[in-house]
């Protein structure tokens, strides 16, 4: 399907994304560039890439698909360093959490040349970063959110919803406006509440002894509190006013909460919880919808 | 080891308790008692138990072991139903998440013979409740926490220790105090921030879109928010003091997050989402320590 994939930013996304393609047999050859020279030979010795590229532009340099797999407030300085290759033919894709700071620096920085770039983001991911936690199965069964510009071309959105759903992913379309909303819904804020609370148990003088007695709620609810900080910093402060909107909502249902425990109604507070218990209890991921 | 279990309270915690010692041979017998005949019935018909008891007193009645596996906020009137029988050398246990209120009770019901009592608190769960759900490796590698009284007979105290660590549990020790603090910040309060959040976003106008892209980070951070809402209204209700001033902290610690974030401070939040982040990757569950 294609003669070279070029990835830049050879960490956990891009290089799943890499042997997802290998695997599927959708690549002849891929090309691998990451800021740290080191990183960029791990991926290399790794097997992951075939090729380490000296810089971004020259891992777009013969490319027939490229993923931009960079945190995403390094997406102006990338779309920069590749602007003279981008062009109508070659499908760009990128990976961010968020969308519409990737989305305004690809207008500004490629001007007419924004067309070729599909903005995705593949809802998945691990605790831990890095080329070496590569996975080619990390995007197998996973929902794939794509945010096309009216610019984009209809054959590069074809191509991308295709590849994706070679290796295994749900397609979705939305506009980057509604994706940066939602997932400030459910994922940005749950990390801002892990991150907190993870803190604030740390923090108090019993912390350790307290940590040490721990349970299996308290590892899951916990898990995403471990993930990578240069990421999360981006994606927090790229998306802060929905991620703050959302906190004040968050904040006004455990006011409610508090309320009820702190004036000892019972009723109340079994109804609150078991509005919480009954919706979650019949949620599941990736519930089957309909097509758009 | 025993001649007969009662368990007073059909229910995941009780059933399983009552599994794991039939299958490590520890009991000839089990007899189980609760509110609702049916579930009594059908704890039964499943296996659970051998017998079923018409009253609590009853389930009591010939046992040498005792499982009090009631929502905490039932623990007094339990304690009443079977007080006639509560005499030394029969091991009486419970299994409540809170402890300050359930020895309290204790202490005012059972005065005198309190000693025959061991409150226990095994770290041990589902999201999923009900006698159906019972599960003999519920318990396996997990921590239970004893919090015996002054009075409490020490034989009982190595019995009950035995018996837990006979069924693979890890078997330690502490004041009913320091219990219900360290629980308040390591479950109690995940709990409730689980319950605001997935309440919060349940009931946004756009709610059931947003939950329909939601990934693997926010099923690990909600599984809890599907826990059962009687359990958990008796736990908070009766832990609210330590869980509003573990709420407090919690509240401080996303006041930080969100004044950097709004003030723009790429750094510092970097640095508070980096001390989480290094912090929960160091955590284990069950990290081995020193015994005390």
New interface residues.
Partial sequence: MFTQLGVIGCGLMGGSFALALKRAGLVKRVIGYSKSPSTTERAKKLGVIDVAAESALLAVSGSDIVLIAVPVAASEATFKAIRHLVEPGVLFMDVGSTKRDVVDAARRVLKERVGAFVPAHP???K?VAGIQNADASLYTG??V?LTPLPQTTAELIQKATDVWSAIGSHV?KMTPENHD???A???H????????????????P??K??????????????????????V??DI??SN?EE??K??Q??R???D???HV??S?N?EA??D??????D???G?Q?N?P?SSR
């Fill in positions: 809802i998945a991911g605790e996973r929902q959110i979705l909303a939602a997932f819904a459910v994922s804020l749950p990390h801002m509440l892990a991150f907190a609370y993870f803190s604030s148990v740390v923090k108090q019993a912390g002894d307290f940590l040490s007695l721990a349970g299996p709620g308290f590892r899951d609810f916990t898990r995403i509190a471990a993930s990578d900080p240069t999360w910093r927090l402060m802060r991620v703050l959302q906190s909502r968050f006004h249902a455990l409610a909460l508090e425990v702190r000892g019972v507070l079994e609150l919880i078991r509005k919480a218990s919706a979650r209890a949620w991921m519930a919808k």
